[in-house]
């Protein structure tokens, strides 16, 4: 149907608005059965959100919300819960902003690696799987390039970043949170993608969701002890052992 430029973005005047372009088109709005937005205020609000207003014009077209959105966004509080997972997404938006602002410094993790790091969406978390995909499986390419980075650069600042983040993704508690957050952000993926699917059908996506929340639910059992074994061989591979005997001590005296 098109596209349309929003001058606001209030519930009221983008009712306005479709209202006005079904109108344009000769679409009768009474013969609507259904709405579905993303989870927004303005969208979905009970009080003055697009979906009341055109719910009060035609009781009929009912609101659904955008399953992937609600099942994104689920995610999206799940991982600000948790202070490790803030500052271990922190961390990769600073390494994709070191190599990115430069064309020397892209090109040396170019080098490296095979899966460059990449940036994401805010609002859509699952695409952060790109991103901890390039460091889950080449942490120690991304670490070298970090070094190289280190030792090449003229800008001081840059020299200090770098160590630095080096120093992060050799640790223990990054490799910990690349492994766990790719097997969850890649179960998720797969999943919110099938459910934009324009075929998917409701069964499908109810059984989708419960499998989802199955694995989730023995990923909390028995998946941290696994992320620990791999997480241990990533440090290895680093030939970062007097990081990992480090938290290991510190594992002990607590």
């Known amino acids: 149907m098109g596209f349309l430029e929003a001058e606001a973005s209030t519930g009221e005047q983008l009712s306005a608005l479709i209202l006005k372009r079904l109108e344009d ?12 937005y993303d989870n927004g205020a303005n969208m979905r609000g009970k009080r003055k959100g697009v979906q009341v207003r055109l719910l009060a014009i035609n009781p009929r077209a009912l609101f659904v919300p955008c399953a992937a959105h609600t099942f994104n966004l689920v995610v999206v509080d799940a991982a600000r819960s948790s202070q490790d997972t803030v500052g271990y997404f922190g961390y990769l938006q600073k390494m994709f902003t070191l190599f990115s602002a430069s064309t020397q410094r892209w090109s040396i993790l170019k080098s490296q690696v095979n899966i460059t790091l990449k940036s994401w969406s805010d609002t859509r978390w699952e695409s952060r799987v790109n991103s901890v995909e390039a460091v889950r499986y080449q942490a120690p390419q991304v670490r070298e390039a970090l070094l190289e980075v280190k030792d090449k650069a ?59 929340k199955t694995f ?39």
């Open 25 to 36: 088109l000769n679409i009768p709005f009474d013969d609507c059965r259904g709405q579905s």
């Open 216 to 254: 989730l639910t023995d990923y909390r059992h028995t998946g941290f002890a696994s992320a620990q074994i791999l997480a241990r061989e990533m440090c290895e591979d680093m030939s970062v052992d007097a990081v990992l005997k480090e938290k290991r001590l510190r594992s002990t005296r607590r």
């Open 154 to 212: 003229a800008d001081p600042v840059i020299r200090i970043e770098a160590q630095s983040l080096a120093e992060e993704i050799g640790s223990f508690r990054f490799s910990i949170c690349s492994v766990v957050w790719y097997d969850i952000l890649h179960s998720i993926e797969k999943v919110s993608k099938l459910m934009q699917s324009a075929s998917m059908q409701l069964d499908v996506v109810v059984d989708l969701l419960g499998k989802t």
